[in-house]
Structures are given as structure tokens and as C-alpha cells.
């Protein structure tokens, strides 16, 4: 994976732990975390409604980032801008993206949900090159045409034998296009701040933004306290809130846009995996043929040029 110069402020105020790591093993880490994600939240959306479970985990997971944003991150200087950026990027990734895809979830597969999650690194790429000036050469495009490839491989088998809906396909589709903007945002404004309190921030703006939407729409009523709901809440809290989004930010300050989104061309397989091993769901063989293009355009995509580390 390419490393970008313009990295964004975050940088600098990065955790030292996670700038000692090789970069291949953060985002192999990332990529379990933010795959396994769906299938978790699919084990725990069965006790809870959507919207209000993921009112409680985003307030949870922000109130614990600021506790270690003071132990990494320190004091950091937060302008009136970044604060503003932070509050929107955390409306578009945790309320919208994860509030369409959550609500998604409760009738489609988890796989399936990974699947179109996938096709960001598109959306990311459309933009990049006007609001970014990154350079779309002949080999990222045709690494993402062949990651788009294989999309269309999985999502055709599921559509045409009625396994997955149309309302979920469109929930799914509008929170991929929410995160798209919130990555492509975090790149042109690059908000100073840290990436934990950055991070922090984001969680508490998409869980309070949430707050009475979930009242409005659903009832406290339904929730039943069983050890999934919360087996399922402490993962999606610490693993991926914290694990994954720290993450999924951290590699944004160390690459390029296009380059750090691609890893989404991986959650497939990951999803696929995950989806079979912790809820049984049954894997179409077209959707293994779909995997092929897949790997092969995360590699094109990432694949550094002549001559650059």
C-alpha cells in the first residue's frame, strides 16, 4: 500500500503504539475487525432494535475514546472547523452509514451487507480525483473495475434467487454512498485533533444526532438484556468503535484515500467467512466466483509503483 505525503494532522498526534506496528498487520487487523463487525451486529440486533442499540454503543465507545484520547492524544488544539468537520464525519459514517446498514440487517444477511459495503472504494475514487487530485491511473481503475466485477457477480445471485430484498439493497447502498463522503471529507479537511479524540468526537455526534430518531421510530420496550445483546454490544464497542474506527482513521493519515478504501474490496470473503462461521448462512457458489475479481482488484488498487515504498 502506497504511503501518502499530505497526510492529514491527525498524523502527527497518531497513537506511538499503532506508528510502531508494520502497516501490513494493522490493516490485516482492520480488515478482521470491520468485516466481522456485520456478523456481530447481526447476533446482537436480535435482542435490540437497531437504532437504539446503535444509540447505546456510539455514547458508550465516544465517552471511552476521551478517556484515552487525555492518555494518547494528550490536549490537542481543536479549532472551531475541525470540530465542525469531526460532527459531520461522525453523522455520516456512525449515524447514517451504520444507521442505514443496521437497519439494513435486521432482514438481510450480514454477507450481503459486507458485499455492497465493498463497492466504496469506487465511490471513493469518483471523488478523489476533483476534491483530492489524486491520480486515477489505468491500473487502479482496472482494479476497481474488477472489484466492482465481482460485486456485481455476488449481487446478482443474491437478488436473482430472492435471498436479499430490494429495501435492504438501497438502506445498504445510501450508507455506503454517507461513508464515501465522510472518508473523502476526512481527507480534503484533515482535522487536527488527534485520532482518538477525533474518533471520540465522531461516535458522541452520531449517537446523540440519533438519539431521537430512535425514540421516534422504535420502542425501548423490545430490548431484551440476554448475554448476545451483550456479548455482542462489548464487541462492537471495544473491537470495532475503538478498534476498528481508530483504525480505520489511523490508516487514512498514512495513506492515500483510494488506497486505504480499497481494503473494503476484502470484505467480502472476511464477510462471507464470518457470516457462515457465527450465524450459519449458506455461501452461493456464485458469490465464491465473485471473490476471484475481487483479489485481484484490491491488489491492483494497492499495489505501490515503480520506485515508491
Avoid at 66 to 95: E, H, S, W
Amino acid at each position: 500500500m502506497p504511503l501518502a505525503s499530505s497526510a492529514g494532522a491527525c498524523h502527527a498526534a497518531a497513537p506511538h503504539t499503532l506508528m510502531r506496528l508494520p502497516l501490513p498487520l494493522l490493516v490485516a487487523l482492520f480488515c478482521i475487525l470491520w468485516s466481522s463487525a456485520f456478523a456481530g451486529a447481526k447476533l446482537a440486533l436480535a435482542d435490540c432494535p437497531p437504532l437504539t442499540l446503535l444509540c447505546v454503543r456510539l455514547l458508550i465507545a465516544g465517552t471511552l475514546m476521551l478517556g484515552l484520547a487525555r492518555l494518547i492524544d494528550g490536549r490537542p488544539v481543536l479549532r472551531r472547523r475541525d470540530l465542525a468537520v469531526l460532527i459531520m464525519i461522525g453523522i455520516l459514517n456512525n449515524a447514517v452509514y451504520l444507521g442505514f446498514n443496521w437497519t439494513a440487517l435486521t432482514f438481510t444477511s450480514s454477507a450481503y451487507t459486507a458485499v455492497l459495503t465493498s463497492c466504496l472504494p469506487l465511490l471513493v475514487a469518483l471523488g478523489a480525483g476533483p476534491l483530492l487530485g489524486e491520480r486515477m491511473s489505468l491500473r487502479k481503475a482496472a482494479g476497481i473495475g474488477l472489484g466492482l466485477i465481482g460485486v456485481v457477480i455476488v449481487l446478482r445471485s443474491r437478488l436473482a434467487g430472492a435471498h436479499e430484498s430490494l429495501e435492504g439493497t438501497l438502506l445498504i447502498a445510501g450508507g455506503v454512498a454517507a461513508l464515501a463522503a465522510g472518508t473523502l471529507g476526512f481527507k480534503y479537511f484533515a482535522p487536527r485533533g488527534g485520532v482518538w479524540t477525533g474518533t471520540a468526537i465522531q461516535c458522541l455526534a452520531g449517537g446523540i444526532v440519533l438519539i431521537p430518531v430512535a425514540l421516534a421510530f422504535e420502542n425501548p420496550g423490545d430490548v431484551r438484556f440476554t448475554a448476545q445483546l451483550l456479548g455482542g454490544l462489548a464487541f462492537l464497542v471495544v473491537g470495532v468503535s475503538i478498534g476498528g474506527f481508530g483504525l480505520w482513521f489511523y490508516l487514512l493519515t498514512r495513506t492515500t484515500a483510494t488506497a486505504a478504501s480499497s481494503l473494503h474490496f476484502l470484505m467480502p470473503p472476511l464477510g462471507l467467512f464470518f457470516g457462515w462461521l457465527l450465524l450459519g448462512e449458506a455461501v452461493p457458489p456464485l458469490d465464491i466466483l465473485g471473490i476471484v475479481p475481487i483479489t485481484l482488484g484490491i491488489w491492483l488498487v494497492t499495489r505501490p509503483a515503480r520506485g515508491k515504498a
